[in-house]
């Protein structure tokens, strides 16, 4: 699960830079700084995946991802498929760590 959701993280904080790239032509030093925040912590919260805190920043992120579109418009539809690769990552990385856990507690197969 952590490994599919570090993925998303660092993908969207190469799409962030992107979208500052769009940004910097007709937008203010606020809203710049605000995406490279976004995009720098994004290369962070992989590292804390590993507590319940990595993940809300995580979901904090997701929020703010989509909020960028009110300033570069394309990041509302961006923002919405990272948002469901980010809960698809959740879903399939639980049910990855169940057949995980079911096979290791099966033990090795006899020969």
Do not use: H
Not at 3 to 31: C, Q
Request: aromatic share 10%; hydrophobic share 65%; proline share 4%.
């Amino acid at each position: 699960m952590r490994m599919l959701a570090s993925s998303v993280l660092v993908m969207e904080s190469f799409v962030m830079g992107f979208a500052l790239l769009l940004a910097m032509k007709d937008n203010s030093s606020p809203a710049l700084i605000i995406g490279g925040v976004i995009a720098i912590l994004c290369l962070l919260a992989p590292g804390l995946l590993k507590k319940k805190a990595g993940w809300i920043l995580g979901w904090i992120l997701q929020v703010g991802i989509l909020a960028y579109g009110f300033v570069v418009t394309s990041m509302f539809l961006v923002g919405a498929i990272f948002l469901g690769l980010w809960i698809a990552a959740i879903f399939v990385g639980k049910k990855g760590e169940a057949a995980r856990a079911a096979l290791l507690a099966a033990g090795p197969p006899n020969a």
